[in-house]
């Protein structure tokens, strides 16, 4: 591999949590923590497991995103996610947060 391309995958690794740091307060103010957290399943899977499932995909930041938006049902269990309509969190705050939940 060029080491040019080496050097730029590792500054964006490690320049991409940051790019995600407002995560939990959005998180927080949106409601997701009423169902979620970061390390336990609660009501819906925790952040853990949802990046664990996602790992590698490399339209998880888009598929996940659609899936919050939208909510649904039957793949984490039989308790359905209720759509995260817009006026209860933004297309970009909902970026950052499901880009928070795969950093874990």
Same mark, same amino acid.
């Given at each position: 591999? /060029?080491?040019?391309?080496? &050097? =730029? @995958?590792?500054? &964006?690794?490690?320049?991409?949590? #940051?790019?995600? &740091?407002? $995560? ?31 790992? $590698?995909?490399?339209?998880? @930041? =888009?598929?996940? #995103? ?5 909510? $649904? &049902?039957? +793949? ?7 759509? /995260?309509?817009?006026?209860?969190? #933004? ?5 950052? +947060?499901?880009?928070?939940? @795969?950093?874990?």
């Amino acid at each position: 591999m /060029n080491i040019r391309i080496l &050097a =730029a @995958l590792v500054a &964006a690794l490690a320049i991409a949590p #940051s790019a995600f &740091a407002g $995560g939990p307060e959005i998180a927080q103010k949106a409601g997701c923590l009423a169902c979620h957290t970061v390390d336990k399943k609660l009501v819906g899977p925790s952040y853990k497991d949802v990046a664990a499932k996602y790992k $590698g995909q490399g339209d998880a @930041l =888009a598929k996940l #995103s659609d899936k919050v938006r939208k909510g $649904g &049902a039957g +793949v984490w269990g039989p308790i359905p996610m209720p759509p /995260n309509v817009v006026d209860k969190i #933004s297309d970009a705050d909902l970026k950052t +947060v499901v880009g928070w939940v @795969l950093t874990h």
